[in-house]
């Protein structure tokens, strides 16, 4: 075969490739804002934890800290079916996290002051799993140990929404490969030796 048609049919078959993986990427990837909404509901109350420092004592007194308190809070809202039954609940028990967060502090060996209210507080744009949740004020447990300059934890209370296992801190770099271009490079390179 002619090595023009080679390359022409190559062409060809790199720009179909490539139309299709950018379909599949727009509708996988990208989070529209009905599926925002479908994934963090209006009604919602998040939980902000922000550590004293970026240390490793301060950041694992932050997850235990995050653990103690989203098991209790989770415990509690179970039943709940509104926001407002829920924020009257938190409420009520603010005192009790105050306890819980004193307690775990006490077991983690480490000495700072802590505030805990709820309260608007100021989000981030944030990347969460697969979706994009935006920028703004919204009701939240807010949880400041020491001076709270740390990295931040968060999630949604309640409804409880929360994935332990992801935290800013935790976020892996993601190597993005496009098909097309591993294709052409290697078409490339068989074209160069064949020469």
Known sequence: MNQTIKIALIMLI?????????????????????QVEEAIPEEAIRLRIKSNSNSAEDQ????????RVHGAISAWTMEMSTKDEARALITDRLPMLEA??????????V??????SLQEVDFP???????????????AVYIELGEASGDNWWCVLFPPLCFTEISEEEEEPVENRFFVVDVAKNVWNSLLSES
Do not use: N
Not at 60 to 67: F, G, N, T
């Open 14 to 34: 790199l720009c179909i490739s490539w139309q299709g993986q950018m379909y599949a990427y727009d509708s996988t990837y990208f989070s529209t804002e009905e």
């Open 60 to 67: 694992q007194a932050k997850l235990a800290i995050r653990d």
């Open 100 to 109: 819980i967060i004193a307690h775990e502090l006490y077991e983690q060996g």
């Open 111 to 116: 000495h700072q002051p802590f505030r805990v």
């Open 125 to 139: 744009t944030k990347q969460y799993g697969y979706r994009l949740y935006p920028a703004g004020a919204y009701e």
